[in-house]
């Protein structure tokens, strides 16, 4: 496992990275909520392609969003297969501050095989082990800053385990400090079946009020139908 903890810092590191120009909060770069079996007051369901289906905040507006009549499952696993990402849902919760919003949501399909650590190595990992690789990944970045006389905004890391509708997912837990103050990310790698992954990453300010439990109630609402 020794060798497995490096590879697994790499992986989520770039995928962060890549990802983390969707919300535009972070200026560099988990615990989970309970399962939720039906729509809550003040969310409202909606499709995606691949059979998945969300329950998003009324209150939150839609930067784009795939059509599940026009996009087919066979042209989303051909576009995976190519290490292609793709967003199926993009999503902000309006906010008067300079960015216009205080937080944002994505759902984006990828290569599991190729970005996410291997499935079988994280069904047998420990929670002890995830701690030693969270602590790996902030001391790095901390390293990394101090290298270019620079102090990382990263505050804190957590990874855990846990399941979005039956399928495995790490969950990763991230606090920073942003422009206007400390920010937080919250990232769900789900394994999908056939080498698909899904990513559901939600990133905001920690002034704005139950952010944090918005991006769990989204990610614990989240089902996926073969």
Avoid: H
């Amino acid at each position: 496992m020794n060798e497995t903890k490096p590879r697994i810092f790499g992986k989520l590191a770039a995928l962060s990275l890549i990802l983390i120009a969707c919300a535009g909060l972070f200026s560099c770069a988990s615990d989970d909520g309970g399962s939720v079996t039906e729509t809550p007051s003040g969310y409202m369901p909606r499709q995606l392609p691949y059979g998945i289906s969300i329950s998003m905040p009324e209150d939150w507006q839609v930067i784009r969003a795939a059509d599940p009549s026009v996009v087919t499952k066979g042209q989303l696993d051909s576009q995976v297969a190519k290490d292609e990402k793709v967003v199926l849902l993009e999503m902000k919760r309006l906010a008067n501050n300079e960015l216009g919003m205080d937080g944002t949501l994505a759902v984006v399909l990828l290569n599991a095989s190729k970005n996410f650590p291997p499935e079988a190595e994280m069904r047998s990992i420990t929670q002890e082990q995830l701690d030693q690789i969270a602590q790996n990944f902030l001391r790095n970045d901390q390293q990394a800053a101090a290298r270019q006389n620079q102090q990382s905004p990263l505050i804190s890391v957590r990874v855990t385990k846990t399941e979005i509708s039956g399928y495995m997912a790490l969950v990763r837990r991230l606090r920073g400090k942003g422009k206007t103050g400390e920010v937080t990310a919250l990232e769900w790698y789900v394994y999908l079946p056939g080498g698909t992954g899904m990513l559901i990453r939600g990133t905001g300010e920690l002034t704005s009020p139950g952010i944090e439990t918005i991006f769990e109630r989204i990610a614990n609402s989240v089902k996926v139908q073969p």
